[in-house]
């Protein structure tokens, strides 16, 4: 390809990639099944109210994930606030920092105060380690969350909830068709929440659900999302409205159909990246662990900026003029993003691990848009940054 041999944009070329290159770009399913199922939906006219397709998909979901309930619900975030919600957590909640924001909203919105944990700085999910030094007599519970699609240390977390008293929640938004221990994430704690966004592995538009094994609790959950209507005209509780489209579930049950297909491009996407950053000098390629089921939904690395020479956000910079859209997630850590700056400004002295890989990390993009070829190219973009670091950090000065 030309663009390896041409100069870098940032230094007077033209950008290598005429179109920009998305992270999170959707992964679409089978275009005509997809209109053969909303015709069907039009033709029966019912559009919402726990439809036929939410009831299919809510039944799929749970024998993937190997539960007994699967409840959806309209997106992730309000999920996790019914999940919070119907598990009556109050007080304090501890919660990695190190994740996307709404983890620590589906808290605090309820008045709940997130205590945010360091994380792991290997695996860049919730170190068990240092979560019982946070418990405190306020606290009631724990939500561990599956970064990157990587399940968290659910063993240690479950120990440390049991020998406390605490409720045990995990945020998988990322983690939809993967595996902890050979086992699928979805099983463990009291519940876990999954997330169904357009630029999760697995989307409905919108959406996200809650899987658990306690019949108690998916009842509760199935009451709150539905204004807490129990019968016909009988409300038993306070609740709001979390309920999925029958739209989204379409799109949820025709994306089903096609998970081994969006996996096998990821996977080769990621097998692609993984060569083609060898031998980089301060580059880290985050891992997955071949040994598990995962989405390789999201291409993690990592920049020491001693030994490759250029800071993250320079990398990012020549990245963006290169037209490869490189998200920094999750910077910076919820810790530093209002109101949770102001409100707990003590919170940053435990999380020196969440601020150095906040720091450094870049997300890439993957998915059906790009290929190993478009890899190969971003990567040796990297490379050449990496080479002349000297005067990319000039001209970033200049600009
Ligand atoms: C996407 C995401 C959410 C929120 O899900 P939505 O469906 O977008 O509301 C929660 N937690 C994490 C870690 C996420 O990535």
């Not at 041409?6 to 007077?12: D, I, K, R, T």
């Not at 996790?80 to 109050?90: K, V, Y």
């Not at 998915?367 to 973009?381: F, K, R, Y």
């Not at 005067?391 to 000065?397: G, S, T």
Request: with cysteine; charged share 20%; proline share 5%.
């Amino acid at each position: 390809m030309k663009a390896h041999k041409a100069e870098l944009a940032l230094l007077g070329g033209p950008p290598a990639f005429r179109t920009m290159l998305h992270v999170g770009r959707p992964n679409l399913p089978d275009r005509a099944r997809l209109l053969e199922r909303f015709n069907d939906l039009l033709d029966r006219n019912w559009l919402t109210n726990n439809g036929p397709l939410v009831g299919e998909l809510e039944q799929r979901v749970a024998e993937l994930t190997g539960v007994k309930h699967c409840v959806a619900m309209c997106n992730g975030t309000v999920a996790l606030e019914i999940a919070i919600r119907a598990l009556g957590l109050t007080g304090e909640v501890i919660v990695p920092s190190f994740t996307f924001v709404a983890t620590a909203h589906a808290l605090q919105w309820q008045q709940i105060t997130p205590v945010f944990c360091d994380i792991n700085p290997e695996t860049h999910t919730i170190d068990p380690a240092q979560v019982e030094a946070l418990i405190t007599p306020h606290t009631s519970g724990i939500i561990g969350v599956h970064l990157w699609g990587r399940g968290c240390d659910t063993e240690a977390l479950q120990a440390i909830a049991h020998r406390r008293g605490l409720a045990l929640l995990f945020d998988a938004a990322h983690a939809f068709a993967c595996t902890r221990g050979g086992k699928p994430i979805g099983g463990a704690g009291r519940a876990e929440v999954f997330s169904f966004h357009a630029t999760k592995f697995f989307n409905t538009f919108e959406g996200g659900a809650v899987t658990t094994n306690d019949d108690a609790l998916a009842e509760k959950m199935r009451l709150i999302k539905n204004f807490g209507f129990a019968g016909y005209d009988n409300v038993v509780e306070i609740g709001t409205n979390g309920k999925m489209p029958e739209i989204c579930a379409a799109m949820g049950l025709c994306g089903l159909d096609c998970l081994d297909e969006f996996i096998a491009t990821n996977r080769r996407n990621y097998a692609a990246y993984a060569r083609d950053l060898q031998g980089l000098r301060g580059l880290r390629l985050l891992p997955y662990d071949e040994s598990e089921k995962n989405n390789y939904q999201y291409i993690v690395v990592e920049i020491d900026p001693g030994a490759a020479g250029l800071r993250r956000d320079e990398l990012v910079k020549v990245l963006h003029a290169e037209n490869v859209l490189a998200r920094r997630y999750f910077w910076p850590g919820c810790h530093r993003m209002e109101p949770y700056r102001s409100l707990y400004q003590q919170a940053g002295r435990v999380l020196p691990a969440t601020d150095r890989v906040a720091d450094r990390v870049i997300v890439l993009p993957t998915g059906a848009a790009v290929g190993p070829e478009q890899i190969a190219t971003l990567c040796s973009i990297i490379r050449r940054a990496l080479d002349r670091a000297g005067e990319v950090r000039e001209a970033l000065a200049a600009t």
